[in-house]
Structures are given as C-alpha cells and as structure tokens.
C-alpha cells in the first residue's frame, strides 16, 4: 500500500525556516514534489525533484528561498523554507509520479498525494 507521510509544518514568524519532510513508502517514484494550497484558493505548485536529482524546479515565488531535496535510500523528499513570508502559509502536500521523468508543476501528473501538512507564518 502506498503511504506519503508528510511533516515538519508549524506556526514560524516571517523570516523564520521550516524543513518539511515526506516519507513515501509502497512504490518506487520518478518524480516527487511538493504542493500548497491556500485557504479559499486552489492548489499551487511549489517544488518537484526527479529521482535522479537532475532535475529540479520550483515556482518563481519560492525560487532562492526554498531547497527540495530527495534521499532515495531512505525514499524521503524534503523541502526546506528559508525567509518565510505570510504569503506561504498554506496546507503543504507531498506529491509522488510513477512515470514521468523531469519535473512537472501539473498535479495530474501525480500519482498519489499525502494529507498534507499546515504551515502558518505570521507577520
């Protein structure tokens, strides 16, 4: 059975860090990424790793704040926030791909999803 168990959210002050951690467990994945949403918005993009770690992309808002990382031996993915803003307070999802093999900002593309993790920076 497939799981992806994420954690490491919290409440940080703007300009604090958060390391978020996802645990993925049952298959083995190309590549993973992570994903927010925010209260009465839809859910965004944010980061994604291939397998290899070749690949990597972010979304323009997080770029030189937030590192995604992936530990295959152990089958984690992590990201890791520097200089929190309020504007990333969100519900943060892992998200892991069977088949595809660069990174992807589409969800669709993703297999399977954790249950998400809460991060609330305050101003």
């Known amino acids: 059975q497939v799981q992806l168990v994420e954690s490491g959210g919290g409440l940080v002050q703007a300009g604090g860090s958060l390391r978020l951690s996802c645990a993925a467990s049952?298959?083995?994945?190309?590549?993973m990424g992570w994903f927010r949403q925010a209260p009465g918005k839809e859910r965004d993009f944010v980061a994604a790793?291939?397998?290899?770690?070749?690949?990597?992309g972010y979304v323009d808002s997080v770029k030189g704040r937030f590192t995604i990382s992936r530990d295959n031996a152990r089958n984690t993915v992590t990201l890791q926030m520097n200089s929190l803003k309020p504007e990333d307070t969100a519900v943060y999802y892992c998200?892991?791909?069977?088949?595809?093999?660069?990174?992807?900002?589409?969800?669709?593309?993703?297999?399977?999803w954790g249950q998400g993790t809460q991060v609330t920076v305050s101003s």
């Open positions: 049952g298959r083995t994945f190309s590549t």
């Open positions: 998200a892991a791909a069977l088949r595809i093999l660069s990174w992807s900002k589409n969800g669709y593309e993703y297999d399977y």
């Open positions: 790793i291939t397998r290899s770690g070749d690949s990597i």
